[in-house]
């Protein structure tokens, strides 16, 4: 059983960075894909920034490009996410989830990840 657990939100100034963490049970963080993701109110849900493990390649969204960064720690079976440079647009609750039969056509792709956690609420003002 997979289970995700998110932290690391909360409110922040325009400018500022913040540290989202993705605590993994059930799965191996080294399998192939891990993503976050976001959703802002009204908005329909997009990825963020995904790490195809297996292939030791990342997918940064165009708007987080140079400020965000996935990176996954195995030893501690976490993902994080590393923002940067904040910006008031990037206000949305914020998701990781897990992928473990992933493949070069689905990895970027929200809806082709089965497992996910409950999310994190990220403002920036």
């Known amino acids: 059983h997979v289970q995700l657990v998110e932290s690391g939100g909360g409110s922040v100034q325009a400018g500022g960075s913040l540290r989202l963490s993705c605590v993994v049970s059930g799965y191996i963080v080294s399998d192939p894909c891990m993503g976050w993701f976001r959703q802002a109110p009204g908005k329909e849900r997009e990825t963020v920034a995904a790490?195809?493990?297996?292939?030791?390649?990342?997918y940064y969204a165009d708007s987080v490009k140079g400020r965000f960064t996935i990176s996954p720690d195995n030893a501690k079976n976490t993902v994080y996410l590393q923002m940067n440079s904040l910006k008031p647009e990037d206000t949305a609750m914020y998701y990781c989830?897990?992928?473990?039969?992933?493949?070069?056509?689905?990895?970027?792709?929200?809806?082709?990840?089965?497992?996910w956690g409950q999310g994190t609420q990220v403002t920036v003002s």
């Open positions: 989830a897990a992928d473990g039969a992933c493949y070069p056509g689905s990895w970027q792709k929200d809806y082709e990840y089965p497992s």
């Open positions: 790490k195809y493990t297996a292939l030791g390649i990342s």
